[in-house]
């Protein structure tokens, strides 16, 4: 893993020193000598964690960090914060700028190594869903909006505890308590059912839990899916370092060592909850990104890109094994009208009240698509023409016979609809070639009359 750290320090010595051990580790290091020097190089993307030291003249790293924090271009930016300060209120201050983390100086390799490979993990993942959900409105998915990408609450988590030590897990549920939920498992064997079956913010594992390798309960964590991407926590004893290194290795997200200051847990806690609801709420941005772009988003249906994704593969896989595919055109007669005499709110109860009947009329196999405006089509996989045929009429009649309810319940109206079939007519035959025919049907249907339905051969 490789990342652009930025070392933010006003002592040259020290950044040079920063850098050495990174450059070590095959980091990218860039350097920043003040606040505004480094809030320019943040605000121009051109690093994915920043090493901010926390004693400088003029624009101190709290007031840097905080600067990054409000800023949206660099909210999600990872920032560790550098200081010689050791009292738990210093830490916290950090922390509460908004720091992601902290360091002490002097600074032991362990630390260094495993806080900037864990935040920088977490930066590339937050990273690519940012990109992800911004090629979604790029393609035009307006309904994206920023609020998916805010920063989300740190409190009202869902933590689970495994630890077999009452004296220790006492004082984690002590200290997270008032502002999380705090299950505790003290037999380690079940705690990997417990986590799987429920969807927890976080996960806080002891290193020393008796007659138990707390690395494997971690391992399999990573290896499910439904637990891949809950945060856990180590909670270590000095003289650790060893198995805290191959926990980074196996997708650990942080550590804390004995004895636990609870000030420093709420913070690492809250660090961790915040990112693990913002990696949801931008995953759950990226599933409505995949779905606006093949979905219509009035009726439900698929639309016009998705069947032109797939089209191609239905028409090989019929040719392929030598089976027969239809398509039918459907078109709602005198659809301007609708919205003419009864607003475009009419048309639009219309258009899913259709909707809603298409699907009721086609199989789990069938391909139904609003093709556009108040066209509609179904391509049927394994269905010859005069299957197809019947399948349109039967659709045609049930429209006609029963009236469209508009207006929030108000008024009835009837619709009718025409309708253009056309089927697979040999290996040279293309999906355009389908939807030509079926549309000359169509207009056929709609020039000789309307609430009909016509089959166009070769």
């Given at each position: 893993?490789?990342?652009?750290?930025?070392?933010?320090?006003?002592?040259?010595?020290?950044?040079?020193?920063?850098?050495?051990?990174?450059?070590?580790?095959?980091?990218?290091?860039?350097?920043?000598?003040n606040?505004?020097?480094?809030?320019?190089?943040?605000?121009?993307?051109?690093?994915?964690?920043?090493?901010?030291?926390?004693?400088?003249?003029?624009?101190?790293?709290?007031?840097?960090?905080?600067?990054?924090?409000?800023?949206?271009?660099?909210a999600?930016?990872?920032?560790?914060?550098?200081?010689?300060?050791?009292?738990?209120?210093?830490?916290?201050?950090?922390?509460?700028a908004?720091?992601?983390?902290?360091?002490?100086k002097?600074?032991?390799?362990?630390?260094l190594?495993t806080?900037?490979?864990?935040?920088?993990?977490?930066?590339?993942?937050?990273?690519e869903?940012?990109?992800?959900?911004?090629?979604?409105?790029?393609?035009?998915?307006?309904?994206?909006?920023?609020?998916?990408?805010?920063?989300p609450?740190?409190?009202?988590?869902?933590?689970?505890?495994?630890d077999d030590r009452?004296?220790?897990?006492?004082?984690?549920?002590?200290?997270?308590?008032?502002?999380?939920?705090?299950?505790?498992?003290?037999?380690?064997?079940?705690?990997?059912?417990?986590?799987?079956?429920?969807?927890?913010?976080?996960?806080?594992?002891?290193?020393?839990?008796?007659?138990?390798?707390?690395?494997?309960?971690?391992?399999?964590?990573?290896?499910?899916?439904?637990?891949?991407?809950?945060?856990?926590?180590?909670?270590?004893?000095?003289?650790?370092e060893?198995?805290?290194?191959?926990?980074?290795?196996?997708?650990?997200?942080?550590?804390?060592?004995?004895?636990?200051?609870?000030?420093?847990?709420?913070?690492r806690?809250?660090?961790?909850?915040?990112?693990?609801?913002?990696?949801?709420?931008?995953?759950?941005?990226?599933?409505?990104?995949?779905?606006?772009?093949?979905?219509?988003?009035?009726?439900?249906?698929?639309?016009?890109?998705?069947?032109?994704?797939?089209?191609?593969?239905?028409?090989?896989?019929?040719?392929?094994?030598?089976?027969?595919?239809?398509?039918?055109?459907?078109?709602?007669?005198?659809?301007?009208?609708?919205?003419d005499?009864?607003?475009?709110?009419?048309?639009?109860?219309?258009?899913?009240?259709?909707?809603?009947?298409?699907?009721?009329?086609?199989?789990?196999?069938?391909?139904?698509?609003?093709?556009?405006?108040?066209?509609?089509?179904?391509?049927?996989?394994?269905?010859?023409?005069?299957?197809?045929?019947?399948?349109?009429?039967?659709?045609?009649?049930?429209?006609?016979?029963?009236?469209?309810?508009?207006?929030?319940?108000?008024?009835?109206?009837?619709?009718?609809?025409?309708?253009?079939?056309?089927?697979?007519?040999?290996?040279?035959?293309?999906?355009?070639?389908?939807?030509?025919?079926?549309d000359?049907?169509?207009?056929?249907?709609?020039?000789t009359?309307r609430?009909?339905?016509?089959?166009?051969?070769?």
């Amino acid at each position: 893993m490789t990342a652009r750290v930025l070392v933010v320090d006003d002592i040259e010595a020290n950044v040079k020193l920063l850098q050495a051990r990174l450059m070590a580790e095959y980091f990218e290091v860039l350097t920043a000598s003040n606040g505004p020097e480094a809030l320019d190089i943040c605000q121009r993307g051109q690093c994915d964690i920043v090493l901010l030291d926390v004693m400088m003249p003029g624009m101190d790293g709290y007031e840097v960090c905080r600067t990054l924090k409000a800023d949206r271009r660099t909210a999600h930016l990872p920032v560790i914060m550098v200081t010689a300060l050791d009292q738990p209120s210093d830490k916290l201050n950090g922390l509460e700028a908004g720091a992601d983390d902290f360091l002490t100086k002097p600074i032991s390799d362990l630390a260094l190594q495993t806080r900037v490979k864990s935040l920088s993990r977490l930066k590339m993942v937050t990273d690519e869903l940012h990109l992800r959900v911004s090629t979604g409105r790029e393609l035009g998915l307006d309904e994206i909006s920023d609020t998916a990408v805010e920063l989300p609450s740190d409190r009202d988590g869902k933590v689970l505890v495994v630890d077999d030590r009452a004296s220790s897990y006492e004082l984690i549920v002590t200290a997270l308590g008032k502002l999380h939920r705090v299950t505790v498992v003290t037999n380690p064997q079940d705690a990997l059912f417990k986590a799987a079956d429920e969807n927890y913010d976080m996960v806080i594992i002891s290193l020393s839990i008796e007659n138990f390798d707390a690395l494997r309960l971690c391992s399999q964590l990573r290896s499910l899916d439904r637990t891949r991407l809950v945060p856990l926590l180590l909670v270590a004893q000095e003289g650790d370092e060893a198995a805290l290194i191959r926990g980074i290795d196996l997708g650990v997200n942080d550590y804390i060592i004995r004895p636990v200051e609870q000030n420093e847990l709420i913070a690492r806690s809250k660090t961790q909850i915040r990112r693990k609801r913002l990696n949801d709420q931008l995953r759950a941005s990226v599933q409505n990104t995949m779905e606006m772009a093949v979905k219509d988003s009035l009726t439900g249906l698929n639309n016009r890109r998705y069947f032109d994704s797939h089209s191609d593969n239905l028409i090989n896989k019929a040719i392929l094994g030598e089976k027969p595919l239809s398509l039918i055109v459907f078109d709602i007669d005198f659809f301007k009208k609708v919205n003419d005499t009864y607003g475009h709110q009419a048309g639009d109860d219309v258009l899913k009240t259709f909707s809603e009947r298409l699907n009721k009329n086609v199989r789990s196999e069938d391909l139904a698509c609003r093709f556009g405006g108040e066209e509609f089509v179904i391509a049927m996989p394994e269905t010859d023409s005069a299957l197809a045929y019947v399948v349109a009429d039967r659709m045609r009649r049930e429209i006609a016979a029963h009236p469209f309810v508009i207006d929030g319940g108000k008024q009835q109206i009837s619709v009718t609809v025409s309708a253009g079939v056309a089927s697979l007519q040999g290996k040279d035959d293309t999906i355009d070639d389908m939807m030509k025919r079926a549309d000359e049907a169509l207009y056929e249907a709609k020039r000789t009359g309307r609430n009909q339905v016509i089959s166009k051969a070769a």
